[in-house]
């Protein structure tokens, strides 16, 4: 039997809940972790009509992006849409999760959802995240080196980017002297003793601080390891907002522009001018992105995709850039499918995993 706690912790590996921003609510916002899943709606938005539909169907959770409460209730009388959305989860026994900007932020999420769709190569994250990376320096006697270094790459450390099991190790002679209350592994008490060690330094995400220094103590052969552990001002390779990638080939425009049409499935692009030269550089950011815009320029995109722009921000385009507006909803669409994907990858035919069938897009087009 799978339990909510079991998909939200999963989920949660995926994208943390600390990489969610400060004006945030992503999290189990409806229901107990403890409840066993009948099944699971995946949405855009948790609304009055998608939790009709997860009834219908038998799904007692909904996983959306968007969070339906941003801010606190204070009374649930039914007078606004969040209140009755709300109050039905509670009365249906619908639990109720969103993983909004957390998702946003990694770099198997939504904007590479949208590169992935539209064609776009060799990405990177536009704009990373600083002081989000710790580094951990340990010493370990030297026969028991690879032990702990293998305990902490799998709890998390020493990946970054494509790559795992990073390290640097420099070996060197510990000393130290026990009490007569010590219990050394190894050593007199009273003595100044003397080990061949090795120190193992490593880099991990904040978030994993905890466990990384858990499995440490645990496989460390030391009564009371030493160790120091540092904040990083480093950029984030794989955490941070928008991205940033390249066509195979070159396009016009127009033809570009005919694309994205396609192959994002949407009625309308608002852009500005079009430059005279082809797109090879692209930038994005699923969402409200505008404020992404001097970080695509800077790093040499050709068009920025994004959506929510404000009339007089397309000025700052200025004949540098064009920018793309397709809408928020339109942006975010198929990330219905990339949650989908996650879920089938850990808990396959085990849970019964259906996309939601109602468009939950606010906005109408005539």
């Known amino acids: 039997m799978i339990k909510i706690k079991d998909l939200t912790h999963y989920l949660e590996s995926i994208a943390p809940a600390s990489l969610q921003e400060s004006y945030d609510n992503s999290g189990l916002l409806v229901g107990n972790p403890n409840t066993v899943i009948t099944g699971?709606?995946?949405?855009?938005?948790?609304?009055e009509a998608v939790l009709d539909e997860a009834i219908a169907k038998g799904c007692n959770i909904v996983v959306a992006h968007h969070p339906i409460v941003f801010f606190g209730l204070k009374r649930f009388n039914?007078?606004?849409?969040v209140e009755r959305t709300v109050m039905k989860a509670i009365k249906h026994d619908i639990a109720l999760y969103a993983i909004h900007t957390n998702l946003d932020n990694i770099k198997a999420g939504v904007n590479q959802?949208?590169?992935?769709?539209?064609?776009?190569?060799?990405?990177?994250i536009l704009s990373p995240k600083k002081n989000l990376l710790k580094q951990l320096t340990v010493f370990v006697p030297q026969a028991q080196k690879t032990v702990v270094f293998e305990a902490m790459s799998q709890a998390g450390a020493g990946q970054l980017g494509d790559y795992s099991h990073w390290s640097f190790q420099t070996e060197g002679t510990g000393t130290f002297m026990p009490t007569?209350?010590?219990n050394p592994t190894t050593g007199t008490a009273n003595e100044l003793n003397q080990v061949a060690e090795?120190?193992?330094?490593?880099?991990?995400?904040?978030?994993?601080?905890h466990k990384v220094i858990s499995v440490m103590q645990k496989a460390h052969?030391?009564?009371?390891?030493?160790?120091?552990?540092q904040s990083l001002e480093n950029d984030h390779p794989d955490i941070?907002?928008?991205?940033?990638?390249?066509?195979e080939t070159p396009m016009e425009a127009i033809a570009f522009l005919t694309q994205l049409k396609n192959s994002m499935d949407i009625g309308v692009i608002r852009?500005?001018?079009?430059?005279?030269?082809?797109?090879?550089?692209?930038?994005?950011c699923g969402g409200a992105g505008g404020f992404l815009l001097r970080k695509a320029i800077a790093q040499g995109a050709d068009i920025f995709i994004t959506a929510d722009y404000k009339y007089h921000e397309f000025f700052d385009a200025d004949h540098r850039i064009i920018i793309a507006d397709i809408g928020h909803y339109e942006s975010e669409q198929y990330t219905k499918e990339l949650l989908q994907e996650f879920l089938k990858k850990k808990f396959g035919d085990e849970l019964k995993l259906l996309l939601c069938d109602v468009n939950t897009n606010p906005v109408s087009y005539f």
């Open 198 to 209: 090795t120190r193992i330094e490593v880099i991990f995400p904040d978030h994993l601080t």
């Open 271 to 284: 852009h500005t001018n079009l430059l005279d030269k082809p797109i090879k550089r692209v930038a994005v």
């Open 78 to 81: 039914g007078k606004g849409y």
């Open 221 to 229: 052969p030391y009564e009371t390891p030493a160790y120091f552990l």
């Open 240 to 247: 941070g907002s928008g991205m940033i990638g390249e066509l």
């Open 180 to 182: 007569d209350t010590a």
């Open 113 to 124: 959802m949208i590169c992935r769709k539209i064609g776009i190569q060799h990405t990177r």
């Open 40 to 47: 699971v709606m995946i949405a855009l938005d948790s609304t």
